[in-house]
């Protein structure tokens, strides 16, 4: 599976931003996708997953009420609505896909096949 990310950029806090995550090789339905994000000195950290089917969406403790999950099955595409943005968020974003992921392992990057390439997300204060 190909992932590609896009619609980082620079905000000012409390701006929003939309990241797309657009899958090849596999219908992305099929797939079970996160994003995930990086920032300078710190480790990989799970933000949000969509569950194969988009029946279920899970999120990181500090993004629920302002980040939002979802796919568009006829392109293939996941999408993060990112909302109310914080200086906190800024860090690059990736998305992840997966054929075997768990309830138990949504947050965990070694259980993602694929991922793209990053898109770099700055918030300003």
Same mark, same amino acid.
Request: charged share 20%.
């Given at each position: 599976?190909? *992932?590609?990310?896009?619609?980082?950029?620079?905000?000012?806090?409390?701006?929003?931003?939309? *990241?797309?995550?657009?899958? !090849?090789?596999?219908?992305? !339905?099929?797939?079970?996708?996160?994003?995930?994000?990086?920032?300078?000195? &710190?480790?990989?950290?799970?933000?949000?997953?969509?569950?194969?089917?988009?029946?279920?969406?899970?999120?990181?403790? !500090?993004? &629920?009420?302002?980040?939002?999950? +979802?796919?568009? #099955?006829? &392109?293939?595409?996941?999408?993060?609505?990112?909302?109310?943005? &914080?200086?906190?968020?800024?860090?690059? /974003?990736?998305?992840?896909? +997966?054929? #075997? *992921?768990?309830?138990?392992?949504?947050?965990?990057?070694?259980? /993602?096949?694929?991922?793209?390439?990053?898109?770099?997300?700055?918030?300003?204060?």
């Amino acid at each position: 599976v190909q *992932l590609q990310a896009s619609g980082g950029g620079f905000v000012q806090a409390g701006g929003s931003l939309r *990241l797309s995550c657009a899958t !090849s090789g596999r219908t992305s !339905s099929a797939l079970s996708m996160g994003w995930f994000r990086q920032a300078p000195g &710190k480790e990989r950290e799970f933000v949000a997953a969509i569950v194969r089917g988009g029946v279920s969406t899970h999120y990181r403790d !500090s993004v &629920k009420g302002r980040f939002t999950i +979802s796919r568009d #099955r006829a &392109k293939n595409t996941v999408y993060l609505q990112m909302n109310s943005l &914080k200086p906190e968020d800024t860090a690059i /974003y990736y998305c992840a896909a +997966s054929t #075997r *992921l768990i309830y138990s392992t949504i947050g965990v990057p070694s259980a /993602y096949d694929d991922w793209g390439q990053g898109t770099q997300v700055t918030v300003s204060s």
